[in-house]
């Protein structure tokens, strides 16, 4: 049933119903829960253990995370730029010829070459093709050089170039080998469709056959082996020899020389290479004849 | 009514609690995860620059944590006095401090009181942005509740201290103990101490070198509190307040306070990104030689110090003349030396590399090799002093002048280089084409546009030192190019080579004609306008060209010897007259061959005097300053013939009529 409400009518009415029981229960619970939580950071508490047993559920935000992962995206970029090198170092190793190693190297990748597989590489060339990188002797001589410390070896768009490099990082001696150059080191010589009259490299040094080797045949008999090395290279094609070219410029000592052939009616020029001062020699025989 | 208040409160303490959760519960996901320990991600590895003798230079993206025992108890004491004196007591938050900053901020408009302890700053500093929201404020108060949970006081003050940012780009105590003070955190006294404490609340506003009397009051401040909070007594508060701490001179922030890193690192950060570099661990092997380094800035402060008297300016007057240095190694173009300004501090502009000038007659020998390689013409080939009008289609004629204003009338080329002579070189531009020229210092290395006018040749193009000590080091090998660099090799954290630099070497002019050049320019330094290297005592062969712009707003030296090649440069940074108090204009004979005087004879002191090589086909030959003819043999009469040696190349005959 219930009780009907009424105001208290004197002072002390007023007083037992404040502290009555029930008032004082609620009051000392309400002081017990809010001093609790200020000597005891009980809510802090509950809250940050909640928290920390939900840790590995977020997400790594914020700056400090920021921080730490451009860390890693740095160490990532840096490690895939050592294995790379390290696979491309992986690939020459085994490489067993210089194509080999051109298609190892990517252009703007490069490695370093032990002398050792260098003179592999060098020693697996035809004698003709070897000329070509390098002279044997050179090659002896930088070899055998107490300042040469390394081989180092990049990919260039054109090919591969080769370093040889001294203990102070100083370029001793460079080898460019072209991608053209470095599939003719592996397959021999051979003969490309054309006239040596289109090759501007030529003009003004191009001689009928015979002209050419009448002038040979005048210098004395130790030069000529110079001047043409690997006559099997010659022998070797089928065709006729109608006119000689001389190139305009020497790379590594030697003067490139062409060779224009007749073919069953197709022409062909193939490219041997002569000693420097041979072919200088040649050269001026060559000018007295058409003087 | 009372039991109906009491019911009230407590309904309201439930409910809070209730919301408290449920807000917990919403945005839980988006806290951010804690580190464990908190240290662990605030330490990243350092990557380090060396000079070329192994120094270590600088270290980037250092975030080095030091333990609590390495920092002085004084400090400790402070930042705990002034930021969250009741932090062994709270768990996260102080709950009275809270109150206290929610009443003021509801009920007082305008004011702000804060309340964050050192754990919620750690959790802002660390996880949040500055934005000043109240969702922000409430995560930051969670996240202090976990950071309380997981670790002990000692590993928050630890990371607290080790992380929090000073201001002048010092993050963490140890930083700011050796960018303000020059010293380790344990070494810092009472009064250093409390600066520091003071600095975290507006790391700008009380920078103590640029508001050093507002950065007291706030240690004040500081002191003040520690007192009161029972950490000091009030005597020792008080002589502390007394004390004025010096400021660290040689650095006043963490920049890299040098021309050259400031380069270097551009370089980097261009090839491999601003994470490699500041976090990547990296290992940066520079071409920078300390020693002539420190030779290099003492020797242009020197010469600026000069200067100013020189020109009568005092320490008081903002706007001083500038000056840069460039020292290449001519054997590999690795960069030695660099200075790019009076005083880092004051401005990082680097003059060095990225300030372009008028060389004035500095190019001079780019248009002499010009000549001498496509006229045919050889330093005994005469040509006449005198005034020279060359005409120019669409515009007006040029008339170049001599900074002599005189002429001279006949005189060979290598005289006309010696005292610099204008007309001259006016009419070997005309012959060569200022193509001709520009080609030169292209191929010796020259990069910055240049107009294709014939004033290039007296160098109105403007040009920067480095690139000037770059083209000079080709004179000086006789002809090889080295292109500049700035660091030889870069390895990664492991010692695993990433970049190696090889020296390669392009030969681009011919050696006997640019033999031709350098001998007219050891005359440069012997007898003409740079001669005041001679009488400084500089006695090794070396060879040079002065230049100064028009107006003498540029003064140049640059010079070299077969083994170092340097140019110096002076002047205003914005477009200002070099003149002395007698009002006379200021050449580069006066200021920067001075400068490159003392600086090359310091530098080389230790190493053997060396010659440039003669190249073969190279003969010396004795002639009249203005027939260009043997003097004994050019049949004239006359007591009082100067008479000059010259290079000449085996085929080149003298008396001939080139030029005239």
């Known amino acids: 049933m219930a009780q009907q409400w009424y105001e208290p009518f004197n002072f002390t009415e007023w007083l037992k119903r404040a502290f009555s029981f029930l008032n004082i229960a609620v009051l000392i619970i309400t002081a017990m829960f809010v001093f609790s939580e200020f000597r005891f950071d009980w809510f802090e508490k509950m809250a940050g253990s909640y928290l920390a047993s939900t840790n590995e559920l977020r997400p790594q935000i914020g700056p400090i995370w920021e921080k730490g992962k451009q860390t890693s995206n740095a160490h990532q970029y840096l490690n895939a730029i050592i294995s790379k090198k390290e696979k491309t170092q992986k690939n020459v190793r085994k490489a067993a010829s210089f194509s080999d190693l051109a298609s190892s190297i990517l252009p703007g990748e490069w490695v370093t070459l032990e002398s050792r597989e260098f003179k592999a590489l060098y020693l697996s060339l035809q004698r003709a093709a070897a000329l070509k990188v390098i002279e044997p002797a050179q090659l002896v001589w930088l070899l055998n050089n107490d300042t040469l410390d390394r081989i180092f070896c990049e990919g260039t768009q054109k090919g591969i170039n080769i370093y040889f490099i001294d203990d102070q990082n100083r370029v001793i001696k460079k080898i460019e080998l072209a991608n053209a150059d470095i599939s003719s080191l592996e397959t021999g010589v051979k003969p490309i469709d054309g006239h040596l009259s289109d090759m501007p490299e030529f003009q003004g040094r191009i001689y009928r056959a015979n002209d050419f080797f009448k002038a040979l045949f005048t210098l004395p008999k130790d030069i000529i082996p110079d001047l043409i090395s690997h006559p099997e290279v010659l022998l070797r094609q089928d065709g006729k020899i109608t006119h000689v070219g001389i190139w305009n410029e020497s790379k590594n000592g030697y003067i490139r020389l062409g060779f224009e052939l007749e073919t069953n009616g197709v022409t062909q020029v193939i490219f041997v290479n002569g000693r420097e001062w041979a072919v200088w020699q040649l050269s001026l025989n060559l000018k007295g004849n058409s003087n | ?660």
């Open chain 2, 1 to 660: 009514m009372i039991r109906f208040c009491l019911f009230f409160l407590l309904v309201i303490a439930s409910i809070g609690c209730l919301s408290g959760m449920f807000v917990i519960f919403y945005i839980e996901n988006d806290l951010p995860q804690l580190p464990s320990p908190l240290s662990r991600i605030i330490e990243t590895p350092q990557s380090q620059v060396f000079a070329a003798n192994g120094q270590v230079l600088i270290t980037l993206g250092e975030r080095k944590s030091i333990p609590l025992n390495m920092v002085s108890q004084d400090f400790i004491n402070a930042i705990l006095a002034i930021e969250d004196h009741r932090f062994y007591d709270h768990h996260g938050m102080n709950k009275l401090r809270t109150l206290k900053a929610l009443y003021i901020t509801l009920f007082k408009p305008g004011k702000v009181q804060g309340a964050s302890t050192i754990t919620q700053q750690l959790a802002k500093n660390m996880f949040f942005s500055f934005e000043k929201t109240y969702q922000r404020k409430l995560k930051e108060m969670l996240v202090a509740f976990q950071i309380e949970t997981s670790n002990t006081k000692k590993e928050i003050l630890h990371a607290y201290i080790n992380q929090i940012h000073f201001g002048a780009g010092a993050q963490g105590i140890e930083k700011a103990a050796q960018v303000f003070f020059g010293k380790s955190a344990l070494d810092l006294n009472l009064s250093e101490a409390a600066l520091l404490a003071g600095l975290p609340k507006s790391p700008t506003n009380y920078n103590p070198y640029h508001y050093y009397d507002r950065a007291l009051k706030r240690r004040n401040i500081v002191l003040t509190r520690m007192h009161q909070t029972g950490f000091i007594t009030k005597l020792a508060a008080e002589q502390a307040m007394q004390s004025k701490p010096s400021l660290y001179k040689a650095r006043s922030d963490s920049r890299t306070g040098s021309y050259f890193l400031d380069a270097l690192i551009r370089n980097l950060v261009a090839e491999y990104g601003e994470g490699v570099v500041y976090y990547g661990g990296i290992k940066v092997f520079s071409t920078l030689d300390p020693r002539l380094q420190n030779h290099a800035e003492v020797s242009i402060r020197t010469g600026l110090e000069k200067l100013d008297a020189l020109m009568g300016i005092d320490d008081t007057q903002t706007v001083r003349p500038q000056g840069a240095l460039v020292a290449i190694d001519t054997g590999s173009g690795a960069v030695k030396a660099m200075v790019g300004g009076r005083d880092y501090y004051k401005s990082e502009f680097n003059r060095a590399m990225n300030s372009r000038r008028q060389p004035g007659s500095g190019f001079k020998p780019f248009l002499y090799y010009a000549a001498f390689k496509n006229l045919g013409f050889h330093p005994a080939t005469v040509m006449t002093d005198k005034p020279v009008s060359v005409k120019i289609k669409g515009t007006k004629d040029w008339r170049p002048r001599n900074f002599s204003k005189t002429f001279s009338g006949d005189m060979v080329l290598k005289q006309a280089l010696i005292r610099s002579v204008n007309t001259i070189a006016a009419q070997l531009v005309e012959k060569t084409g200022p193509d001709a020229v520009t080609a030169v210092a292209r191929i010796c290395g020259i990069k910055s546009p240049l107009k294709d006018v014939y004033s290039v040749a007296l160098g109105t193009s403007t040009v920067s030192p480095f690139e000037m000590a770059s083209a000079y080091s080709v004179f000086a090998t006789l002809g090889t190019r080295h292109d500049p660099f700035l660091f030889w090799r870069i390895e990664d954290a492991f010692g695993r080579i990433i970049f190696e630099r090889f020296v390669q070497e392009k030969r681009v002019l011919d050696t006997a004609t640019a033999y031709q050049v350098v001998d007219m320019m050891k005359s440069v330094i012997d007898q003409g306008s740079g001669r005041v290297i001679r009488k400084m005592g500089f006695d090794r062969p070396a060879a040079g060209k002065t230049g100064t712009s028009d107006n003498y707003n540029d003064a140049w030296f640059t010079g070299f010897t077969p083994t170092l090649s340097t140019s110096v440069w002076t002047g205003f940074d914005k477009k200002r007259t070099l003149i002395d108090q007698r009002k006379k204009g200021i050449t580069g004979g006066r200021v920067a061959a001075p400068i490159w005087a003392d600086f090359m004879r310091k530098a080389l002191k230790s190493d053997p005097e060396r010659d440039f090589p003669i190249p073969d086909h190279i003969r010396f030959e004795t002639v009249d300053v203005q027939t260009g003819c043997n003097p004994e043999e050019d049949g004239k009469e006359n007591e009082n013939k100067v008479v000059i040696s010259v290079s000449l190349k085996s085929e080149q005959q003298l008396c001939g009529d080139e030029g005239q």
